[in-house]
């Protein structure tokens, strides 16, 4: 997994971070609620890299940019939802 990174898109209000496999893509969309909010909607992994913890890096490259740019995460997307609760050192960037 070392060899893929996360890139980060952003128009207006609506932004991703996605991941390019030689099979697909997958991304972690978000929505922009305001300057300190914003609402991960949706995580989609590319057939056959499930479980190889490609939406984890997407995630924690998320997290690093909320702690970095000052915005709290609404976890909408049940992934995100779901590692957030796994996570309880990560509580500074979620609004729940």
């Given at each position: ?30 929505s ?19 479980g ?45």
């Open positions: 997994m070392s060899d893929l990174s996360v890139m980060h898109e952003e128009n207006g209000r609506k932004g991703r971070y996605s991941i390019v496999h030689r099979s697909g893509e997958s991304e972690l969309t978000y922009v609620v305001s300057p300190q909010k914003v609402s991960a909607d949706h995580t989609q992994v590319a057939s056959g890299h499930e190889e913890g490609v939406g984890l890096m997407m995630l924690r490259e998320m997290i690093a940019d909320a702690r970095g740019k000052g915005f709290q995460i609404l976890p909408l997307c049940p992934f995100v939802n779901a590692e957030r609760r796994k996570h309880p050192e990560w509580s500074d960037v979620f609004s729940v």
